[in-house]
């Protein structure tokens, strides 16, 4: 099995595989808020972009990940970036992340807008589970998580080094199949609210 990088879009935003053409408005986008990225694994800030985003397109050509471009429609800016990536074929799991927004797009529709479409997508393409990832210590993101429905499944203690160095826990949360209808409800019932 596989994912196909192919655009996906609602009303609130057009998700486009990375390409060439795209990499100076996800630097725009993403190469911010440096303290955003401080408690990141790896980062997109300052002179990391380009090995950031070297790193996604050769993963990407391997088939194991899927980088998107996130676009707003409101205003048609590249406003950031999420992914479905590492995938397993095998037993039919992808990790759902590698989001990250520039600050005026956080907080409103894009985020559940973007995760609508890439959960659609992946369940589309006959995954089976959709892991959602993030740090112990990012409680904002375990908030977000949370809120889309998902499970949370516990804590991989020590479980990764970030690039300062630091070694982190990982909270771990994941959509199932089964758990999608539930979820999807759930995701239309809020991007309703901005109809």
């Known amino acids: 099995m596989k994912i196909d990088p192919v655009v996906l879009e609602n009303r609130w935003v057009r998700l486009e595989p990375f390409a060439p053409e795209l990499k100076e408005d996800v630097r725009a986008a993403i190469s911010v808020d440096e303290a955003a ?6 980062t997109a800030h300052g002179r990391n972009f380009d090995p950031w985003w070297d790193g996604f397109i050769d993963r990407m050509a391997t088939g194991r990940d899927t980088p998107y471009a996130v676009r707003r429609l409101s205003d048609g800016r590249i406003v950031g970036t999420s992914s479905l990536h590492d995938l397993f074929p095998t037993h039919r799991r992808v990790e759902l992340g590698s989001t990250f927004y520039h600050p005026d797009a956080r907080g409103g529709v894009v985020n559940p807008a973007s995760k609508r479409l890439l959960l659609q997508h992946a369940f589309d393409s ?20 949370a809120k889309l429905g998902a499970v949370r499944e516990g804590v991989l ?3 990764k080094i970030t690039h300062t160095g630091r070694v982190r826990d990982t909270v771990m949360f994941s959509i199932t199949d089964e758990d999608w209808a539930a979820v999807r409800a759930r995701l239309d019932a809020r991007l309703a609210d901005y109809a």
Do not use: C, L, P
Not at 37 to 42: D, E, G, H, L, P
Not at 131 to 141: F, L, P
């Open 126 to 145: 006959g995954i089976v589970r959709v892991e959602i990832i993030t740090d112990g210590i990012n409680q904002r993101s375990q908030a977000a998580i």
């Open 37 to 42: 990225w401080s408690i990141m694994v790896s």
């Open 157 to 159: 203690r020590r479980h």
